[in-house]
């Protein structure tokens, strides 16, 4: 089955860790983008790509790397530089941007102690 | 700039009839999506609006008039399995923009 895999589901970290979020998808989709989810306020955007070897920063890309090297896959590193890292991650891929939907995985839930 | 209000939480009665509203402001409209997520989970497709008027689609219907900056979707025969928080996203040129979503709490 097509969709989107994102590892861990549930990942803790100490301050002043970087940690890696995995998101591997097998739908052929040219464009992936990563969201941050907090209570209470919508979806952000960290970053996204378009194409393998490029990406964009989004609106708080600040504090996070990401790579594309692949067009199946695109990691995202919460830094040490976060200074609120703790929230939920999302990560989608969509056909080439524009009016398309995108197809979501089921999110890594990263809690800093 | 995009900005979009939603009310943050909703209460209905299984079996009824819910509208949920969405207000936007945008430099650029170029279309408005509706998802559904379930807590703790991802956000699945549920609509999709570009042009003025209802779109149908089984028990959900969303509605949309650019001219007013304005979206609603609208739920009926409401199932318990309906509760969960329900977020309108403006097209912009490279992504979406998200709302801060509703959520939508059916009671027995």
């Known amino acids: 089955d097509g969709g989107i895999t994102q590892s861990p589901k549930y990942l803790f970290r100490k301050e002043g860790q970087n940690v890696t979020l995995s998101c591997e998808q097998n739908?052929?989709?040219?464009?992936m983008y990563w969201y941050r989810q907090d209570p209470g306020q919508g979806l952000r955007l960290i970053y996204y790509?378009?194409?393998?070897?490029?990406?964009q920063k989004g609106d708080i890309a600040e504090g996070y790397s990401v790579s594309r090297e692949k067009k199946e896959s695109f990691p995202l590193t919460v830094t040490s530089a976060q200074k609120n890292p703790t929230a939920f991650y999302l990560c989608?891929?969509?056909?080439?941007?524009?009016?398309?939907?995108?197809?979501f995985g089921a999110g890594s839930r990263l809690t800093v102690l | 700039g995009q900005n979009i209000d939603q009310p943050t939480e909703m209460t209905a009665t299984e079996g009824a009839i819910v509208q949920i509203n969405c207000t936007y402001q945008?430099?650029?409209?170029?279309?408005l999506f509706w998802y559904q997520q379930h807590a703790g989970e991802a956000p699945t497709f549920l609509s999709y609006?570009?042009?003025?008027g209802l779109e149908e689609k089984g028990r959900f219907s969303s509605f949309l008039s650019r001219s007013k900056g304005y979206s609603y979707l609208l739920l009926k025969e409401l199932q318990m399995k309906d509760s969960a928080s329900y977020l309108c996203?403006?097209?912009?040129?490279?992504?979406?923009?998200f709302g801060t979503g509703t959520r939508l709490t059916v009671i027995p």
């Open positions: 989608a891929s969509s056909l080439p941007s524009g009016a398309n939907v995108l197809t």
């Open positions: 739908l052929n989709h040219d464009a």
């Open positions: 790509s378009q194409i393998v070897n490029d990406f």
């Open positions: 945008t430099s650029g409209f170029n279309g």
């Open positions: 609006n570009v042009l003025d």
């Open positions: 996203a403006l097209t912009g040129a490279n992504n979406l923009f």
